[in-house]
């Protein structure tokens, strides 16, 4: 059977993304769907950044039959201005207009043919970090001394040589909280499923207006 062309898209980097994004949404009032058939919004993982700015994968996504709406969610890790740079020249030849800085409450952009484009940099579009680094806003108020202590053990770990890379410290510090809750060790979008991490948190409130508004939810 032929696969249906969807009017409206999201491409995030892996698949992680992909979990935690619709266990986010649902948890603020939206119904993602139970299938695929069903999603309210197409979602497709990319396998990494790198991937997802080659050329041609973004430029063939805008010229899909049907498209209405196309959503971007990306890590920022080091370097916010860059990365929105490689995004933008992916989508330049479909949106000539796109700002030189990505706006801080992330990109909603329209063509002259009503093609609407979107562009979220986790966790904020202005700061360093990644996916990890905007759920660890999401951490309780009263887990946040046991949010420390995993840092501070983080760090300890590094001085005794633990490999991990700087661009995923932040990584490590959540993954570091979640081990020590109950149940240890919950996947990223079963922590926001279950509450663990807050989906309702203020610091989350951003990027929901920023969803809902791009997709017309």
């Given at each position: 059977m032929a696969r249906r062309n969807p009017s409206k898209k999201l491409l995030v980097e892996g698949d992680e993304d992909k979990r935690v994004i619709p266990q986010l949404i649902e948890a603020n009032g939206i119904r993602w769907g139970e299938n695929r058939d069903t999603w309210i919004v197409e979602l497709d993982q990319c396998d990494g950044f790198e991937n997802m700015v080659k050329p041609g994968v973004i430029e063939t996504e805008l010229k899909a039959s049907g498209l209405e709406v196309l959503g971007i969610i990306a890590d920022a890790n080091d370097n916010a201005g860059r990365r929105w740079e490689s995004l933008r020249n992916r989508c330049r030849g479909?949106?000539?207009?796109?700002?030189?800085?990505l706006p801080a409450?992330?990109?909603?952009h329209e063509s002259e043919t009503g093609l609407k484009l979107g562009v979220w940099l986790m966790p904020d579009n202005r700061s360093h970090?990644?996916?990890e680094t905007f759920l660890t806003y999401l951490v309780p108020d009263?887990?946040?001394?046991?949010?420390?202590?995993?840092?501070?053990?983080?760090?300890?770990?590094r001085v005794l040589g633990a490999p991990y890379k700087d661009v995923?410290?932040?990584k490590a510090k959540i993954h570091t909280w979640l081990a020590w809750q109950d149940p240890p060790g919950r996947p990223l979008h079963n922590a926001v499923m279950e509450r663990?991490?807050?989906?309702?948190s203020p610091h989350a409130a951003a990027f929901v207006r920023w969803f809902r508004s791009l997709?017309?939810?």
């Open positions: 479909s949106f000539p207009e796109l700002p030189d800085e409450t992330g990109l909603i970090g990644m996916m009263d887990s946040n001394p046991v949010l420390k202590h995993a840092e501070s053990a983080r760090n300890e770990a995923h410290a932040d663990l991490l807050d989906p309702c997709f017309g939810m």
